[in-house]
């Protein structure tokens, strides 16, 4: 109940921190965020009194390289990116005089990690990952109106697995795995959502 109160303080102590070091403010620069709406509301009305000035209240946003999001919808602006440029140089990976295991190989320890990345934080576009999906699949196996994808990856000479939404899985899931290593305490919050999601009948949990 008290958050807010103690976050203005800390706030306003880290400002005055950075002024008495000789350093330089830059509101327009920083941004604060917060998942109670009444804080939310009340942060982008409020003049901080070091630099007498407001300071942005966002919903989502670009941190440490991954796109973070609060609010209930998906945002994932930075992920979609990574996913489009990813897209294209598996298409050019495609166009080279290299077999199909060679493709995977490069697309697997190149273009997967370069799309991926951050995937463990954000929501992912799903057609921004189809896209992906299917240039990988037109990179690793012939063409023909007969193809199916999940056969191409089942099938692919390569040791690892090269379909993104099983890449997208696996990362998560170390991702959990790690944090809940590191935080023990972590583990009941865990087991509560995986218990929320599957009541709530989504894909993935059983």
């Given amino acids: 109940p008290h958050h807010l109160q103690k976050f203005v303080s800390a706030y306003t102590a880290t400002h005055e921190y950075v002024r008495d070091m000789g350093g330089k403010l830059a509101p327009n620069k920083s941004y604060m965020f917060s998942t109670s709406q009444a804080a939310k509301e009340w942060l982008k009305n409020y003049t901080w009194p070091t630099d007498k000035q407001c300071?942005?209240?966002?919903?989502?946003?670009?941190?440490?390289?991954?796109?973070?999001?609060?609010?209930?919808?998906?945002?994932?602006?930075?992920?979609?990116?990574?996913?489009a440029e990813a897209t294209e140089v598996v298409r050019r990976v495609a166009r080279l005089p290299c077999n199909y295991r060679a493709?995977?190989?490069?697309?697997?320890?190149?273009?997967?990690?370069m799309g991926l990345y951050g995937?463990?934080?954000?929501?992912?576009?799903?057609?921004?990952?189809?896209?992906?999906?299917?240039?990988?699949?037109?990179?690793?196996?012939p063409k023909t109106k007969q193809r199916c994808p999940a056969l191409v990856f089942e099938t692919v000479d390569y040791d690892h697995d090269v379909d993104p939404d099983i890449q997208i899985l696996v990362r998560r899931a170390i991702a959990i795995q790690r944090h809940a290593v590191k935080r023990p305490t972590v583990i009941p919050e865990v087991a509560i959502i995986v218990a929320k999601y599957k009541q709530a009948n989504f894909k993935g949990v059983y």
């Fill in 119 to 141: 995937c463990e934080a954000t929501h992912e576009c799903e057609q921004a990952v189809a896209a992906l999906r299917a240039a990988i699949t037109d990179a690793i196996s």
């Fill in 55 to 83: 300071i942005q209240v966002i919903n989502h946003g670009r941190d440490m390289g991954a796109h973070f999001n609060i609010s209930k919808n998906a945002h994932g602006g930075t992920l979609t990116k990574r996913l």
């Fill in 103 to 113: 493709n995977a190989q490069i697309i697997c320890t190149k273009c997967l990690a």
